[in-house]
């Protein structure tokens, strides 16, 4: 999106002085594409400029927070596409860039890219019907932004690799008790949580908000960096492999893979 185009796949509002931006690709649950990461990230640093705003939320809809990153895009890469194209860091890591709080407000599925948007935030409130999971081994790749860095800092190992090697989904109480989420709240009153919540923030010194968010990351994020940075490498070859092609393939035409393991 350029700084004066409309968004098309998310939509951006105010509440007082939080920042809302609500993905909205509902036939796709929220699958996330290079149009809808571009918009995403020019809305978050619209306000983070701008200085009525103190607080951000992220959104998705009753049934997807999102899906993933959109594998019918996907689907068609190569390794020297994504690699040259810097596919990920290019725009999905500008929410890294931004200084003032960022909160996920999950309901429904929050899987791949989707789990890994909502951990990029600064904390998740989720629905009673949040489903989190990194199903990429599913389709023949890997986590690739950020997933098997910042899941296992946030539930630890055991629970980590469980989730990235079985590709399995946590309900939202197994993601409260594990430490993905700050707090579960029924569905219908998720908003109004989170929007409670950001309010609050609201209220204190934006100073000293932007420097606790800033001072809790340096103690989250020892390190992160370099993990990320391999994890991008090895994502990116994925996209070399046969069995990419082959379990994206799967999924779009509704059948089971068949992986060759090359
Ligand atoms: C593209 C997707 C999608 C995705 C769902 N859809 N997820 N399209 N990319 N990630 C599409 C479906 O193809 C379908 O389109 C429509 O959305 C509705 O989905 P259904 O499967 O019919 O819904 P349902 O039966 O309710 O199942 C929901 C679901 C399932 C369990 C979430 O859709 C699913 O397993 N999705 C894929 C989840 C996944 O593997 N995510 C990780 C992606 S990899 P049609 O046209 O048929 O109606 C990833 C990499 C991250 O995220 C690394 C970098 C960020």
Redesign the pocket.
Known sequence: MSETSTPELIQVSTQGRVGIVTLNRP???N??NDQLMDELGAALKAFDADDNIGCIVITGSEK?FA??????A?AKYNFHEVYKGDY?TRN?ETIRSIRKPVIAAVAG?A????C?LAMMCDFIIAADNAKFGQ??I??G?I???GGTQRLPRAVGKAKAMDMVLTGRMMDATEAERAGLVSRVVPLNQLMDETQGAALMICEYSLLSVMAAKESVNRAFEGSLSDGVMFERRL?HALFATADQKEGMDA??NKRKASFSHS
């Open positions: 036939k796709q649950l699958a996330l997807a899906a993933g990153a959109d594998i019918s996907m990920i999905w599925f899987l791949g890219g989707g890994e199903p990429e599913k389709i790749i986590p690739g932004a994502f999924f779009l």
